[in-house]
């Protein structure tokens, strides 16, 4: 019987779960703080499960160190996770399935195209797609895709869409140095660790089609979406590792924390910067306010 106070829909919405997920391509700076701070918020405000998943699986790009220095960064600002953290390296198996999945959908083929062939394109052609899955040695493997609109409506930044084959084309899934692409492996464990919130910077929103195609493929729920602004610097450049941003100070958590919450939008008392980061958490917990993101793409950095 459906509850008459609850309704039936309260009953039989999953609970909450959110995700960090950082690459390990250098230390925490506060680009990723305040992505990392604005999934633990809206989790915690939802009395929900917060996870961390290092994504691993670029080794190219990868700085030996990082995932643990960015777990303990995670740990010396109280942003303390629930569960075993997830190394999308160990999860190659499962990857392995769902490109049979889709290889089964006859979705898949193989691309031999170089680096110099691709050159200035912004939207793959299809230059390989009449080829067979069996010539596949040595070569990337792409996903078609077909004219469609695939549009959702982010938290934050409202109504978004693509026409997946015009606005990006067949993408890779499997790339050709062997290693399995970010849009599959984030959606294969989105999907297995339950994640009902993805809570993420804006530099991700392009790729969320993409991820909602392969979620249908895939027979996988749609989490919801909520996309924070990116931190850029007066430069204009996102933070990031390319720029050379500044790590946070892990030893100074609670500034840390108030100057991300600042650039959350949150207008934390300054006050709060001589507390411990437990106190300022509990305080940022009881009144996240992620509306006041709503529509901001950037922030640019400030002291
Ligand atoms: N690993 C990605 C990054 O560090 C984030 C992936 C995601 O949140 O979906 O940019």
């Known amino acids: 019987m459906p509850d008459p106070v609850l309704g039936v829909s309260e009953k039989i919405l999953p609970a909450y779960r959110g995700r960090f997920a950082p690459s390990p391509t250098g230390p925490l700076h506060l680009g990723s703080v305040v992505a990392a701070l604005a999934s633990f918020l809206d989790a915690r405000a939802a009395g929900g499960t917060w996870l961390v998943r290092m994504e691993d699986l670029d080794p190219p790009r990868e700085v030996p160190g990082a995932a643990s220095d960015i777990l303990h960064t995670l740990e010396n600002l109280h942003l303390f996770w629930d569960e075993t953290v997830v190394y999308q390296s160990r999860r190659s198996d499962a990857y392995a399935e769902a490109l049979d999945k889709l290889a089964q959908q006859n979705l898949l083929y193989p691309c031999h195209c170089s680096r110099l062939q691709l050159a200035g394109q912004i939207v793959y052609p299809g230059t390989c797609r009449k080829l067979a899955m069996h010539s596949s ?119 840390v924390l108030w100057r991300a919450l600042d650039h959350l939008l949150q207008t934390p008392d300054p006050r709060l910067q001589q507390e411990h980061p437990s106190i300022i958490l509990e305080w940022a917990v009881q009144h996240w306010q992620p509306d006041m993101l709503q529509g901001h793409g950037e922030i640019t950095e400030h002291p």
């Open 137 to 255: 040695q040595g070569a990337a493997i792409r996903c078609e895709v077909w004219p469609q609109l695939l549009a959702f409506t982010d938290r934050l930044q409202g109504h978004y869409q693509q026409q997946l084959e015009t606005d990006v084309g067949d993408f890779v899934l499997l790339r050709k140095d062997g290693w399995f692409a970010y849009q599959l492996a984030v959606v294969v464990d989105d999907g297995w660790q339950a994640v009902t919130d993805v809570v993420r910077g804006c530099d991700l929103l392009d790729s969320t089609p993409r991820q909602i195609f392969l979620q249908q493929r895939l027979g996988l729920p749609q989490p919801r979406y909520a996309h924070i602004p990116v931190i850029i610097n007066q430069q204009g450049q996102k933070l990031g590792k390319q720029q050379f941003a500044r790590p946070v100070d892990a030893q100074a958590a609670s500034q």
